[in-house]
Nanobody, 115 residues
Framework: QVQLVESGGGLVQPGGSLRLSCAAS????????MGWYRQAPGKPREFVAI???????GYADSVKGRFTISRNDDKSAVYLQMNSLKPEDTAVYYC?????????WGPGTQVTVSS
C-alpha cells in the first residue's frame, strides 16, 4: 500500500506561482511512476504531469513550459512547480503513484487562480 498526501494549494492571482508537494509513505520502494492530475468543477479528471522512475517526464500540452514536475530519489515526495498560472488552471490537484499495476491517489488540494 502507498499513502499520498498533497499540500501547497491555495488562492493565487493570474500570473502567479504555486508549488505543490505530495508526501508518499508505505511501500514506496516499488513505485514505478509518480505524477499529478487535476479536476475542475464539472469536468473529468485530467492528466497534468508524470515522472516515471527511470524514464522521461511528460506534461499535458496545456501546462508545458509553465509547470515543472520533480521528485525525491527515494520516491518519498513528488512536487509540481506551477508558474504563470491562469484562471483555467483552477482545479483540485491530485497526486498519483503506480505500484505493482495498482494506482494510488491522494485526497487532493485546491488551487484557485483568480484576481
Amino acid at each position: 500500500q502507498v499513502q499520498l498526501v498533497e499540500s501547497g494549494g491555495g488562492l493565487v492571482q493570474p500570473g502567479g506561482s504555486l508549488r505543490l508537494s505530495c508526501a508518499a509513505s508505505g511501500s514506496i520502494f516499488s513505485i514505478v511512476t509518480m505524477g499529478w492530475y487535476r479536476q475542475a468543477p464539472g469536468k473529468p479528471r485530467e492528466f497534468v504531469a508524470i515522472t516515471p522512475i527511470g524514464g522521461s517526464t511528460g506534461y499535458a500540452d496545456s501546462v508545458k513550459g509553465r509547470f515543472t514536475i520533480s521528485r525525491n530519489d527515494d520516491k518519498s515526495a513528488v512536487y509540481l512547480q506551477m508558474n504563470s498560472l491562469k484562471p483555467e488552471d483552477t482545479a483540485v490537484y491530485y497526486c498519483y503513484a503506480r505500484r505493482l499495476l495498482q494506482d494510488y491517489w491522494g485526497p487532493g488540494t485546491q488551487v484557485t487562480v483568480s484576481s
